[in-house]
């Protein structure tokens, strides 16, 4: 059976509602960010001085599930409602980032704790936790009897810049 375009026969279908059209062919294009999808992102994170704190371009994106806490809650809440190709600044104070510096985080050790090859200022050590959890920590100072180590996060205290390019939603 052949189908030849006649205005009037075709418009009498649809008025008729024999014919229909399906509004979400593109709906998949649509798919927001929100709790529970997965989403696939690519990242630049600078801080205030202009330094690229961590990246991801040219490398693997990030995939995460939203509402998971996989990533730092405020960045999850500031993606909310961006879909596949939408890119977005966004900025987050240390105190919705890694939070301020703490100093019940700097702690003294003695000496002998410390490998001597270690001993430097800016040494970052891994150590476990009590739970077995494995942890980074870093050398602050060094003195004659101790060391004292810095256990808050490397980004904390700092204002987080992010650049965001989502890869897509699922």
Request: hydrophobic share 40%; glycine share 8%; proline share 4%.
């Amino acid at each position: 059976m052949k189908f030849s375009w006649n205005p009037t026969i075709w418009s009498t279908v649809l008025a008729c509602g024999l014919l229909t059209f399906n509004s979400n062919i593109h709906a998949q294009e649509e798919i927001v960010i929100e709790k529970g999808r997965s989403v696939t992102i690519e990242y630049v994170l600078t801080l205030d001085d202009g330094s690229v704190a961590s990246t991801n371009v040219g490398q693997d994106p990030l995939t995460y599930t939203q509402g998971e806490s996989e990533i730092l809650p405020a960045l999850e809440n500031a993606m909310t409602g961006m879909k596949s190709g939408d890119q977005k600044k966004i900025s987050l104070p240390a105190e919705d980032g890694y939070g301020q510096i703490s100093e019940e985080a700097f702690v003294a050790v003695e000496l002998a704790a410390v490998p001597e090859d270690a001993r430097q200022v800016g040494t970052i050590l891994v150590g476990r936790d009590g739970a077995g959890n494995e942890r980074h920590v870093r050398v602050h100072e060094v003195h004659d009897d101790k060391i004292v180590i810095d256990h808050n996060h490397p980004l904390a205290g700092q204002t987080l810049h992010f650049e965001i390019t989502v890869i897509g939603v699922e």
